[in-house]
């Protein structure tokens, strides 16, 4: 039974070489303690940081248990306004997945349809999309995040822009994102629409949208996934970023980003815990998620391997 299993994980390459890659096996245990401890934030989590009733300013600014002023409901200290460390790490990493996932499904989505559409029909609307995506190449995704930001805050009626906030991040990193997926799903559709299996279908009379969804998507998506991992870490800490700078999620929902702002404002005062700590849980999943996209990279293209 032994022989046949270890057979059955050999005709799969795929989790062949993951289960003899301890470097990614350890990435993927950190992605998933990050994903779990974000998804359990409600049941996991010492203290509700929204919940106003249960803060108290005079646990401000704890050092972290181990310390010598530190108190054990508080493991590893308290931020400026009383809110348990732990608690406001928990439910951040909760909500800069949850902005990074949306955002890289959006911009996956859009990228993919537009590459796909783009490398099937050709001609015009090839080049008006590859136009465009090569200006947008040229300026920092954190630049086209911040306009669209912008313009945004613009139209909306400023009651709406804490209600809305998380829609307009996902929007503006999704559409800082989607070239790199538009891209590569256009090349991969050049090779593939050269393909006598696509050339039958043509023959047949299958409707283009047929074609593409049917039998071009599920040979691309390889390259596709790797993209979607890499670029997943590169939302997380665009959305890190924003809320770092003041335009992202409301203060009111603190992600990663708007604790680590909180925290420079301390540092050199000696509360060292209120920055060092969510920077090393943003740093450690970013780095984790990273590996894995690498991993992918390597294990969906012989040639690196």
Known sequence: MLTAWSKALRENELIWLFLNN???QLAAFIAALCLGGAALAPWVAPYNPYDIASIDILDSLLPPAWSEDGEA?????????GRDLLS??????????????LSIGFASILGVSVGLMAG???????????RIADVQLSLPAILTAL??????????????????????LTVAIGLSLWVNFARTARAS????????????????????????????????????????????????????????LGVGVPPNQPSLGTLIR????YLFSGEWWIVLLPSLTLITMIISVNILGDFLRDA??????
């Open 262 to 265: 909180i925290g420079t404002e």
């Open 189 to 244: 559709t050049f090779v593939e629409k050269s393909k006598e299996y696509v050339q039958a279908a043509q023959i047949m009379g299958m409707h283009p949208l047929r074609i593409m969804l049917v039998h071009i998507l599920p040979n691309i998506l390889g390259p596709i996934m790797v993209i979607l991992t890499v670029d997943l870490a590169v939302a997380i800490l665009l959305e890190a970023t924003l809320s770092f």
């Open 22 to 24: 301890r470097i990614a």
């Open 300 to 305: 969906l293209n012989p040639r690196l391997r």
């Open 147 to 168: 306009l669209i930001d912008g313009i945004a805050r613009g139209i909306l009626p400023r009651e709406k822009h804490d209600s809305l906030m998380i829609v307009v």
């Open 88 to 101: 406001a790490i928990l439910y951040g990493t909760r909500l800069s997945l949850l902005v990074g996932l």
């Open 73 to 81: 409901r508080f493991p590893i200290g308290t931020d400026d306004q």
């Open 120 to 130: 099937y029909f050709g001609g015009r609307f090839d080049s008006i999309v590859m």
